[in-house]
Every structure is written in structure tokens, then in C-alpha cells.
């Protein structure tokens, strides 16, 4: 395809190979040549003036370099562009997805407000569209505001956020893990208000949760870990029973090498040591979570880390530790305001760039005026200059009508005498058949009468050399018939074509195949219509099973049964519940197709079990 479109040398063309070509990349994993394929057509889409393709790659370049290449200055960058083509496009799902992904680079950067602007914003289209598809989009949308008015300390926004999502959770299909992290978030948000008795209530469901612990033992086990601390923020509580709790949820982190578990539960454990004045103990912990905080990019935990050790730790020790928390939260503060300050520029200039865009499209308008205006005068002149030599026009149009008219009385002799030529060869078949065959019959006729009263080897021999002139007149019958019928066009072949059609796409589709057909059925007495709608039935049907059907092996059989053609055709896929599905454009085509050859198709079909299709066409009153 690609060979192709640039030897034709047509942009658009190639375009559009190019962008199915850097979609292969992305589902093959080649993401280098995925982001090296979507910058060319960036390029290409810029210079054809394409906004939709310039829209779609903008968005695929800051997937890319927010999801593989880590860099969010880049994907901020691009995502912005691509919402201001959607906006003005008008296509709200893509500009909520945009404005999702843009409102999630800019929490990582610590930019709430913004991020929460973006988010509500994303939201309120979600929500518009009223769509039971984007549960799933609406779900992280209210996690990630949640999660924002927590940061900004604003609890009861936060868990009015969070309650939806809760809500939501129990709505989306084989999530339950939405519900639990939902769950989670209400709890850490309690526990922030001082409401510990709340926050326990939330802990303990999932703590109880038998399929939390088999199917998500990471999540269990920060969960073991909030709860402990949660109980001693509280206070009074059981010093063993709490530093078991603290030190079970450290031993699954470390069995499964979770590192953010790790770090987290060995803070909480050095706090507890710590306010239980086990300095010794608490030490420990502390310096291995400052450990483990310099491996993972988590600077919160980091900066808690040496706040712990600044207290655990004496003299000299104690200052370098508080020093570097003083310098790192510092160098943090000064990174957040430049991220702010750099994503506004880069929102800045790419509504500077819009802006001159527009300025130079009005410019542009305006000489396409003048240029229109030039252009008038001139036809303006043009017409008086050409109007001289109209006449010469008319009479040269005159001229020419009589040419045409010469030529159509000339091709009208033609055809008579075609005509003349197919009335004459008719005559010489008639004369062929009535001088010829028809008197050499008769004549042969007449001698077998005579010889009905003769007997004798002599008459025998008579006998057979009138016969051998009846075979001659014969082959002379069916050498006419055959001159006569030389535009008949053959049906056979069919079975070939069919054979040829299943062996092609299950090759290309990935399948085994089983194809029976019988010979009981002439084909060449069966209507073309007939033909062109069966092969489609079949070409359709292959193709829904490779889209939809996730199989491994199709059998399709031809029968004829009491003269109605039966076409049978089975896959081992997934299946589906034909009395909920509805028809998608496949099985309606292929209905449409049976029934306007006076057919019946019928789709028997259970989830799980594979489908079957049976399509019988009458045999009868077929003409070619």
C-alpha cells in the first residue's frame, strides 16, 4: 500500500497509507516507528490543510510521549493543539478525552487548579453526551477530582467526588477493582477530616473482602497498611495487635517486591515506633524507607523520610538530614511554579500561533477579493474582445453540426448494413438447414422405406451406410447449433471460485477451514444472481467471524435437499445471545441478500458455544 501511494505521488494518498501504517506500529509495540510515522504525517497532514488528520496525530504524538517516552512538556504540548481542533470541530468526545489527559499531566505537575478546570470541564461534555460507554472515562474523571480537592484540602468536595465514583463503580462490568480503590480514597479522605470511625468503617469492608486478598494481594496490602495507621491515629489501641498489622502488610510488599507498599508501610511503622518511644526501632524503618524513597520518584515520601530521620537522629546527622529536606522542598516549590509557568507559555504560544494563523487567513481573504476582483475586469475585458468573433464561432458550431450529422447518417448505414449482414446469415442457415439437412433427411428416408422389403447381407450393408449418413447429418445439426449459440457463457467454474474465495480468507484470517459442496447441483442452471449472492453470503459471513467471533475453525457445506440449495456455514467461536444482540450491518446484508433471492437464512448461536448459519435458496425456476 505504502509502494503504492508514493508511486502514484498523491499526498492525501499517502497520507492515509501512512496513518494506517503508524497504526500497525502502535498495536505491534514498534513505538519508535509508531512516533517516527505520526511526525511525517503531522508534516504531510499540515501541508494538505487536512484539520481532522492534523486533530487525530496531535492527539496519537501526545499519547505517545506522555505513555512511552514519559515526557509530559511534549504531550502537553500536542494535546493542546489537537483540543483546539477538536473545539473547533466541534467533536466533543475527542475534546473530552483531551481535556482528561491534559487535566492528568497537569495534577502530575501540581498544577490542581488547572488540572480541576480541565477535569469539571471534561466531565460536563462526558456527562452531556449521556453515553452508558463512558462510565469508564466518567469514573477516572471524578477519582482524579476527588484526588484534587484533597491535595487542595478541601475534604467535603473531595468526598462528594469520591461518593460518585462510588456510585459510578458499581455500574461498570468487571471493575470491581474501581469499587475498592473508590472505597480506599473515602477513607483516606475521612481520615484527614479526624472522622476515624468513618474512615475504619471503609478499611474494614475491604479488609473482610475474601476476593480482594486472592485477586489484588498489592492492594490488600496497602490497605492492611492504612488501616493499621488509621487505628493509630486514633489511639487507643492493642500496641501488638496494631504492630503485627503494620508488619504483615511489610512482609506481603516485600514478598511481591512492591516497592510504594514498602516505603509506605515502613514510614507508618517508624511513626509508630516513634510515638511508642521506640527510637531503635523506629530509626531502622525510617532509613529504610529514605532508602527506598530515592529509588522511586515519589518526593512526598522522600521529604517525610528526612523529616523522620531529622528527629530520630542527633547533632551533625540530624542537620544534614533537615538540610536536604529544606533544599529539596525548595528546588520542588521552585520546579512547580516553573511546570505552571511553562505550561501556560506553551498555551500561550500556541494561542499566538492560532492567532497569526487567523490574521493571515484574513489576509488571505482579502487578496482572494482583489484577486476575484482583478479577475471579474478581466473576464469583463475578455468577453468584449471575444464577442467580435462570435459569429466566426456560430458559423464554425454550424459547420460542425453538419459534420456530426454526416457522421450519425453514416454510422445509422453501418448498422444497416450489419443488420443486413445478420438478416443474410440467417437466410444461409435456413437454406443450410432446408436444402442441405433437410433433403439429405428426406432422401435417406425414402431409400430405408424402400429397403423395409428387402432382406439379405446386401441389404444389411444398405442399412448401415444409410445410417452412417443420418450420423453424418447429425454432426451437421450440431455444428449449426453450435455456430448459432457461440455468446453462450458457460456456469461451470463456480465451485472453483468458492473454493478459491474460503481458501484466500481463511489464510489471511488465521482459520482452518472444511468445505464439502455436492455435484448434484448444476450450476449453469443457476441464476448469476443466485451465484454473486451466495459467494457474498459466504465472504460476509467469514468476515463477521473474524471481527467479532474470535474462532479458530469454520466448516461450510453445499447440499442440495429436495431441490432447495443449502448452505450451511459453522464457526467454534465465542458466540452470542441472539435475543439480546442486535443485528449489526453484517447479518442485516446478508438477510437482505437471502431474501432478495426468495431465500431463508436463520443464525443459531449461544455465548460460548460458536455460531451456525443455515441459508436455503430454492433450486427451482432458476434461469441463467
Not at 105 to 111: G, H, R, S, T, V
Not at 301 to 321: A, C, H, P, R, V
Not at 434 to 439: F, I, M, T, Y
Request: proline content about 0%.
Amino acid at each position: 500500500m505504502i509502494k503504492l501511494a508514493n508511486h502514484i505521488n498523491i499526498d492525501s494518498i499517502i497520507l492515509r497509507a501512512n496513518r494506517d501504517l503508524s497504526y500497525n506500529y502502535l498495536i505491534n509495540e514498534d513505538f519508535d516507528m509508531f512516533k517516527e510515522i505520526s511526525l511525517r504525517n503531522l508534516e504531510l497532514a499540515r501541508k494538505l490543510k487536512d484539520s481532522s488528520a492534523v486533530a487525530y496525530t496531535n492527539k496519537n504524538l501526545g499519547w505517545y510521549y506522555y505513555a512511552i517516552d514519559d515526557d509530559n512538556t511534549q504531550s502537553y504540548k500536542y494535546l493542546i493543539r489537537a483540543l483546539d481542533y477538536f473545539n473547533l470541530k466541534g467533536i466533543l468526545n475527542e475534546k473530552a478525552e483531551i481535556l482528561a489527559s491534559i487535566a492528568t499531566i497537569q495534577d502530575l505537575e501540581k498544577d490542581y487548579l488547572g488540572s480541576e478546570q480541565n477535569a469539571i470541564e471534561a466531565l460536563r461534555l462526558l456527562n452531556n453526551l449521556n453515553a452508558e460507554d463512558k462510565n469508564e472515562d466518567k469514573y477516572r474523571l471524578l477519582n482524579l477530582l476527588g484526588g484534587l480537592s484533597y491535595k487542595l484540602e478541601n475534604h467535603e468536595k473531595s468526598i462528594e467526588y469520591h461518593t460518585k465514583a462510588l456510585n459510578l463503580a458499581k455500574k461498570i462490568e468487571d471493575r470491581i477493582d474501581r469499587y475498592s480503590e473508590s472505597l480506599n480514597n473515602l477513607a483516606l479522605t475521612y481520615r484527614a477530616k479526624e472522622n476515624y470511625v468513618k474512615a475504619l468503617n471503609f478499611y474494614e469492608e475491604l479488609i473482610n473482602d475474601n476476593k480482594l486478598r486472592k485477586n489484588d494481594i498489592t492492594f490488600y496490602a496497602l490497605i492492611l497498611d492504612n488501616y493499621a495507621f488509621t487505628k493509630f491515629m486514633q489511639g487507643n489501641y492493642d500496641f501488638d495487635v496494631l504492630e503485627k498489622d503494620f508488619k504483615m502488610a511489610l512482609k506481603i510488599a516485600d514478598s511481591i517486591d512492591d516497592s510504594y507498599t514498602k516505603l509506605a508501610a515502613s514510614i507508618d511503622l517508624s511513626k509508630f515506633y516513634k510515638a511508642n518511644d521506640r527510637k531503635d526501632s523506629a530509626l531502622i524503618y525510617a532509613k529504610e524507607s529514605y532508602k527506598i524513597s530515592r529509588d522511586i520518584p515519589i518526593n512526598e515520601l522522600y521529604l517525610e523520610s528526612m523529616i523522620l530521620l531529622s528527629d530520630l537522629t542527633k547533632g551533625e546527622e540530624s542537620n544534614n538530614y533537615l538540610k536536604a529536606h529544606i533544599k529539596l522542598s525548595d528546588s520542588l516549590l521552585k520546579k512547580e511554579r516553573n511546570n505552571r509557568n511553562k505550561y501556560a507559555r506553551i498555551k500561550y504560544d500556541t494561542d499566538q500561533i492560532e492567532a497569526e494563523n487567523e490574521q493571515i487567513s484574513k489576509e488571505n481573504f482579502y487578496l482572494a477579493i482583489l484577486s476575484i476582483g482583478l479577475l471579474f475586469s478581466a473576464i469583463l475585458i475578455y468577453v468584449v474582445i471575444s464577442q467580435r468573433s462570435k459569429n466566426r464561432k456560430l458559423r464554425l458550431i454550424q459547420v460542425q453540426q453538419k459534420a456530426n450529422e454526416d457522421i450519425y447518417n453514416l454510422m445509422l448505414g453501418q448498422q444497416d448494413k450489419v443488420d443486413e449482414a445478420r438478416a443474410k446469415e440467417k437466410i444461409r442457415v435456413s437454406k443450410e438447414l432446408h436444402d442441405g439437412v433437410l433433403g439429405r433427411l428426406f432422401g435417406t428416408r425414402l431409400s430405408l422405406d424402400s429397403m423395409n422389403f428387402k432382406d439379405g447381407k446386401e441389404a444389411m450393408m444398405t442399412r448401415a451406410n444409410y445410417i452412417g449418413q443420418l450420423k453424418t447429418i447429425e454432426e451437421d445439426i450440431r455444428k449449426i447449433s453450435h455456430e448459432l449459440n457461440t455468446d453462450f457463457v458457460s456456469g461451470t467454474g463456480f465451485m472453483e471460485i468458492v473454493s478459491e474465495l474460503i481458501e484466500n480468507q481463511t489464510q489471511a484470517y488465521g482459520l482452518t477451514f472444511d468445505f464439502n459442496y455436492t455435484d448434484d447441483i448444476s450450476w449453469d442452471l443457476v441464476s448469476n444472481k443466485t451465484k454473486i449472492n451466495i459467494y457474498r453470503i459466504i465472504q460476509e459471513s467469514m468476515q463477521n467471524i473474524y471481527k467479532h467471533a474470535n474462532a479458530n475453525a469454520i466448516k461450510i457445506s453445499i447440499s442440495l435437499e429436495k431441490d432447495v440449495i443449502c448452505l450451511e456455514i459453522i464457526d467454534d467461536g465465542e458466540g452470542f445471545d441472539t435475543s439480546k444482540s442486535k443485528k449489526g450491518i453484517g447479518l442485516k446484508n446478508m438477510t437482505s441478500r437471502v431474501e432478495d433471492i426468495n431465500g431463508k437464512i436463520t443464525f443459531t448461536s449461544h455465548t460460548g458455544d460458536g455460531t451456525t448459519v443455515n441459508v436455503k435458496i430454492p433450486y427451482t425456476n432458476q434461469s441463467t
